[in-house]
């Protein structure tokens, strides 16, 4: 059964940093894209960063140039590391997880993790 669980999320000042693991059991992280999505309350989900296998990232405008996907295949971990936080990153970050290709909506990730929770006071 695969499971993915997130780590790292916490209370944190305005410009500080973090970094979210999402580690992933019966799951080649290989063959399947892994995506951070966040949701803020009041919010819908929001994808904020994603990688494929060979490596390609995607982020979205808001986070280009703070935060950075990588992935360790040899550990099934994927990472984002979050720098330069604002008050409005502050939401649940989850991790999720998809065969082969990343892809932009939640609808389309089949594995979930239980998120993370990222609050930036400012």
């Known amino acids: 059964q695969v499971q993915l669980v997130e780590s790292g999320g916490g209370l944190v000042q305005a410009g500080d940093s973090l970094r979210l693991s999402c580690s992933a059991s019966a799951l080649s992280s290989a063959a399947h894209a892994m995506a951070w999505f966040r949701q803020a309350p009041w919010k819908e989900p929001e994808l904020v960063a994603a990688i494929n296998g060979p490596g390609t990232t995607y982020y979205v405008d808001s986070v280009k140039g703070r935060f950075t996907i990588s992935r360790d295949n040899a550990k099934n971990t994927v990472y984002l590391e979050v720098n330069s936080l604002k008050p409005e990153d502050t939401a649940v970050y989850y991790c999720?997880?998809?065969?082969?290709?990343?892809?932009?909506?939640?609808?389309?990730?089949?594995?979930w993790g239980q998120g993370t929770q990222v609050t930036v006071s400012s």
């Open positions: 999720a997880a998809r065969r082969w290709e990343m892809a932009k909506t939640e609808y389309e990730y089949s594995y």
